[in-house]
């Protein structure tokens, strides 16, 4: 069994994987392959995330991106090290797989185990109607990232005044009652993605798609692995 090191702010993360790499689609990379150093919480292939559970079409903690999308993100790094943070990615590319998944959970109107940390305010049944969840997500054409920073020498989240796939005002770029930090971390992260292509979403201050995208319309399905 190999090893491949993913590089971190404050140390390395080694993850065992097969001795023959799984070839990609064309027009498609690893994330890590192109930044080293980036820091990789797949949320969706464990059971911290809204489900509770991992994902189908996550097989392992790696972060898959369009090929273009990837080497914009790499300026994005660099300008961002050069300030002391470091991108932290939650989720990059998502199989419909994982879409068709999401769907299924949101009809089970008694599984609400993570209602508490996730969507506190907001019925589950409203989550679709409110943009939260997509029968169709960008994710699943490639170019589309969810992703925060951390500080470049001690590793922690830069504080954005609400957590990763929070769904509620709080996740609003717009929202108005947070903090001026957290207000100036989140316009500081939109300010170098949009330098570099990347479109936000109005509704999560984490989510971005690179612009022009590769492929505006295609709905990938290949399995996270």
């Known amino acids: 069994m190999k090893t491949i090191i993913i590089g971190i702010c404050m140390g390395i993360l080694i993850l065992p994987v097969s001795a023959q790499q799984k070839q990609l689609p064309q027009g498609f990379s690893y994330l890590h392959e ?17 489900l509770g559970t991992p994902v189908d079409g996550y097989k392992t903690e ?5 090929t273009p999308a990837a080497m914009a993100l790499n300026k ?13 990615v939650f989720d990059g590319y998502r199989p419909q797989r994982a879409v068709n998944h999401f769907i299924s959970w949101a ?6 185990i993570q209602k508490h940390q996730f969507y506190p305010d907001v019925d589950k049944k409203d989550l679709f109607n409110l943009g939260y969840i997509s029968s169709r997500s960008g994710h699943s054409r490639g170019s589309t990232i969810d992703l925060t920073m951390v500080d470049f020498n001690t590793g ?8 990763y ?19 100036n971390n989140r316009a500081l992260l939109k300010r170098v993605m949009m330098k ?11 989510h971005y798609t690179f612009q022009p995208e590769p492929f505006p319309d295609t709905y990938f399905d290949f399995v996270v692995e």
């Open 165 to 183: 796939d929070f769904f509620g005002e709080l996740s609003h770029h717009s929202y108005s009652k947070i903090s001026e930090t957290q207000k």
């Open 156 to 163: 922690k989240e830069v504080d954005m005044g609400g957590p």
């Open 107 to 112: 009809r089970l109107s008694h599984d609400t």
């Open 76 to 88: 994005v790094q660099y300008e961002l090290k050069a300030l002391g943070y470091c991108l932290k």
């Open 62 to 66: 790696k972060v898959i991106l369009s």
């Open 196 to 206: 570099h292509g990347f479109a936000p979403y109005a509704q999560e201050w984490w």
């Open 34 to 50: 192109v930044i080293p150093d980036i820091v990789l919480e797949v949320r969706y292939a464990g059971t911290n995330n809204f």
